[in-house]
């Protein structure tokens, strides 16, 4: 098989540079007819068409966009990057992934990098765009040195940030529902006749954290009940985190444990299960367990989990389709509008109490 033509070799079989057979392929008229008739011609002869690499060159970009999340290790970012990365390919777009380590489950890695260090990294790769999800942009208190370096970062490239817009800051958001799925399992579990309901997990100082927590104290006063503090255990959110969280809430409320509790995720969940089992304790049986945001794989929990699919492929899709509008020149943040989706398995059980 033939190996195929670029256009380095258009180049060097028309005789002149890569930068105008550029020209002619985006119609400049700044290439003399004699050149441009030659160039056309070998075109023509060999069928060539541009890749991907050769259509930046020609519209001056160079068809990468950087997406930066803190773990890639995490479930839930490494499901959206492989959307965004699925999205982007079809939108004729290579991606670089940018995986700063910038969560407690990184720790025992020295990241000599901090995430302004990125953004200078982002540039000298040069890409036409950035998405950011997670890392210090989701803290509740930034910095105005940070938020200084990612306007300067948007200065230079679009940005956009999958998450609840910053006073201060001038990339593009991309602001999704998180108060739904805490709304739909705590209806499911007061249908189940549970009314002790329990939080467990998320990092204190995290938008998102405070937000699902903040949605459930709300959701449960509509219903007349105020959910004890010792009822609410804050951690991480990962396995390691929720066995710790339901530890501490077992060993703090021996007299008066909640009949149900949603963790942050499921790697939070499986971490509280895990932890009830080694109390000799038994979910739902004892104790019902929701994730309001589902990960590859939950079906696969003992019990299989109840838990939120907060659509993570839709927000991926979104996120590309908001860069590639402002890479474009759009300039008009979104607000994604979709219902996170309640998926009913088995721990929660299905019987009502008294």
Known sequence: MSKKITITDIAKKSGVSVTTVSRVLNNSPSVSPAKRERILRIIDEYNYT???FARGMIN?????????????TNPYFASFFLQVEHFALSNMYATILFNTMYTKNHQKYETPLSEADYFKIILEKQVDGVLILGGQIDKEE???AFIEAINELHRNVP???VGSKIE????LFIERNSKQGITSLVHHFKALGHSNIGFIGGEP???ITTARINAFRQCMRTFGKEPLESHIVMSDYYAPDGYQAMKQLLDDNNNQLPTAIIAINDMVALGAIRAMKD???????????ASCDQFLHSDYFTPRLTTVDQHNEYLGRMAVMQLISAINGSIESI??????QLVIRESCGSITRS
């Open 159 to 161: 940005v956009v940030v």
């Open 205 to 207: 100082g995290i938008r």
């Open 335 to 340: 607000s994604v509008e979709h219902m996170p």
């Open 142 to 144: 930034i910095s105005p």
């Open 60 to 72: 001056h970009k160079t068809k990468n966009i950087g997406v930066m999340l803190p773990d890639i």
């Open 279 to 289: 109390a000799n304790l038994s979910c739902p049986e004892d104790i019902a367990i």
């Open 168 to 171: 201060g800051c001038n990339c």
């Open 50 to 52: 541009p890749s991907i």
